[in-house]
Antibody, heavy 121, light 107 residues
Framework: QVQLVQSGAEVKKPGASVKVSCKAS????????MHWMRQAPGQGLEWMGL????????RYAQNLQGRVTMTRDTSSSIVYMELSSLRSEDTAVYYC??????????????WGQGTLVTVSS | AIQMTQSPSSLSASAGDRVTITCRAS??????LGWYQQRPGKAPNLLIY???NLQSGVPSRFSGSGSGTDFTLTISSLQPEDVATYYC?????????FGQGTKVEIK
């Protein structure tokens, strides 16, 4: 069965970087794009960006350009999301989500369990 | 970016009630809209894709409708396990954008 398992919670100081992993199992990583979303405490969901695990191409939300980097390790079926220059507003739960596409439609069918990143001095 | 506006932001209804949540897009998204349920402390879960298609395994009391800019999620008979926050998501173009969420509670 398809599973996305994310790395554990992180506590970082302002200005530091964090790298969150998302390990995919039950399917071939390179078959579907992976997206990242985040959710600040008590807030709604925000789309951060995507990576095509096949070629490594990425696309990021404009407000995160220059601070976010998404990469993948196809041999290990893992995608990574790294966020740099952390500030308190980056405190959130971060999710990876598989974007399944058939010939007729696309949707986010599997999500990771979430990784809490806390930015605090 | 396409703005997604959900209403209401919260609602309280009795078990067995019919519940309707609406989502309006700032520009047309055809039928590229999904509905997601998020229970407290959990990851979002897909309910409806392409505006009206029920995801496999989702109870049939959930349904979706709409096209273009106006969409609706309906729960035909609210159950205690439906307590959650519901989000619409436009899947039409970059950047993907969510509605602000509707928190559903049981009276």
């Amino acid at each position: 069965q398809v599973q996305l398992v994310q790395s554990g919670a992180e506590v970082k100081k302002p200005g530091a970087s964090v790298k969150v992993s998302c390990k995919a199992s039950g399917y071939t990583l390179t078959s579907y794009y992976m997206h990242w979303m985040r959710q600040a405490p008590g807030q709604g969901l925000e789309w951060m960006g995507l990576i095509d695990p096949s070629g490594g191409n990425t696309r990021y939300a404009q407000n995160l350009q220059g601070r976010v980097t998404m990469t993948r390790d196809t041999s290990s079926s893992i995608v990574y999301m790294e966020l740099s220059s952390l500030r308190s507003e980056d405190t959130a739960v971060y999710y990876c989500a598989r974007r399944y596409c058939s010939s007729t439609n696309c949707y986010f069918d599997y999500w990771g369990q979430g990784t809490l990143v806390t930015v605090s001095s | 970016a396409i703005q997604m506006t959900q209403s209401p932001s919260s609602l309280s209804a009795s078990a067995g009630d019919r519940v309707t949540i609406t989502c309006r897009a700032s520009q047309g998204v055809r039928n590229a809209l999904g509905w997601y349920q998020q229970r407290p402390g959990k990851a979002p879960n897909l309910l409806i894709y392409d505006a009206s298609n029920l995801q496999s395994g989702v109870p049939s009391r959930f349904s979706g409708s709409g096209s273009g800019t106006d969409f609706t999620l309906t729960i035909s008979s609210l159950q205690p396990e439906d307590v959650a926050t519901y989000y619409c998501l436009q899947d039409y173009n970059y950047p993907w954008t969510f509605g602000q969420g509707t928190k559903v509670e049981i009276k």
